[in-house]
């Protein structure tokens, strides 16, 4: 613990805002050691020290970027306010207690804001949303056991009150985007529409309802063969039109095959060819036609009467 105490004194004094470091002031310690193999810190909020620690636990929040470990050192800072408000209460110092609540309230929000920042992002949450559920629920614990405290004064005892509020608001937030996450995924399955990338695993485990009684996997299961089958039969019907198409598409040249040869062997006759065998083939039509041959004839017999006579 003296060692611990000691790194961070050094990486305080490299630290510098607006120019000047924290070298330049004076920190008044208030760290009383009980012994050397357990020492126990007692830190007040007018101290300069409590402040410091502050900023070098946002220093390292700020430098760390996994989502995980952010969380992780957000419960790592709330499980020291609970510390030092139980080492608050002990000495009867209600401002401190107030001040370390109002500390523990801003870390709670920190850890909502983590959620909702990898959430916008599209990371995987279902990690994450397990280690701040159980983040809270830890809380939640630490201050109800707190509460239940003999002794205990009636301002610490509304501010815990209020901070186990706010920790169950927090779970109700989690577990409504949590439901309505649910429910889309479910319609869009319903729909046979993919879930997003990046939440198809998460929207997938999180299917299962309380007291429902058909198993989510089960009737899963059941959509995506219903699906499969409605795809199967899209495609032998885009497979029958194509047949009727190519057929149709094969009737059309033919026919059209048809006609071009006819054409062909139409415009392969002579013109010459069959003007000739209408001159050649028929008797000439010029002249007076002797529409009655036997009346000339019974004519010129009854003339060669007359002139004998």
Do not use: C
């Not at 000047?20 to 920190?27: G, K, L, N, P």
């Amino acid at each position: 613990m003296m060692k611990k105490i000691v790194s961070t004194a050094i990486l305080v004094g490299g630290l510098t805002i607006g120019g000047a470091t924290f070298a330049d002031q004076e920190v008044e310690s208030e760290i009383e050691v009980v012994n050397e193999n357990e020492a126990a810190v007692e830190v007040t909020t007018e101290s300069d020290l409590y402040d410091t620690i502050r900023l070098i636990e946002e220093g390292e929040f700020d430098l760390t970027e996994d989502s995980k470990e952010k969380a992780l050192l957000q419960d790592e800072f709330a499980e020291k306010r609970e510390n030092e408000l139980e080492t608050a209460i002990e000495t009867g110092n209600e401002e401190v207690v107030e001040k370390i609540l109002e500390d523990q309230e801003q870390h709670l929000e920190a850890i909502e804001s983590i959620l909702e920042e990898a959430e916008a992002i599209g990371e995987d949450l279902t990690e994450l949303e397990e280690v701040i559920t159980e983040i809270i629920a830890k809380r939640s614990r630490n201050l109800l056991a707190l509460l239940e405290r003999e002794h205990l004064p009636e301002q610490a005892k509304a501010g815990i009150r209020k901070a186990l509020a706010n920790q169950e608001r927090a779970m109700q937030r989690k577990t409504t985007k949590e439901s309505e996450s649910n429910e889309v995924a479910v319609e869009e399955i319903e729909k046979g529409e993919p879930v997003l990338v990046g939440n198809e695993e998460e929207a997938l485990d999180e299917l299962k309802v309380e007291n429902q009684t058909v198993s989510e996997d089960h009737r899963e299961e059941a959509l995506v063969k219903k699906n499969m089958k409605a795809t199967n039969k899209v495609e032998r019907k885009v497979e029958k039109a194509e047949q009727k198409y190519e057929k149709t598409v094969q009737k059309a040249e033919q026919k059209l095959n048809k006609s071009v040869e006819k054409a062909t062997k139409q415009n392969g006759k002579p013109k010459e060819a069959s003007q000739g065998k209408s001159n050649n083939g028929a008797p000439d039509n010029k002249g007076p036609k002797n529409q009655n041959p036997g009346q000339g004839k019974d004519k010129g017999q009854a003339q060669g009467k007359g002139n004998n006579r």
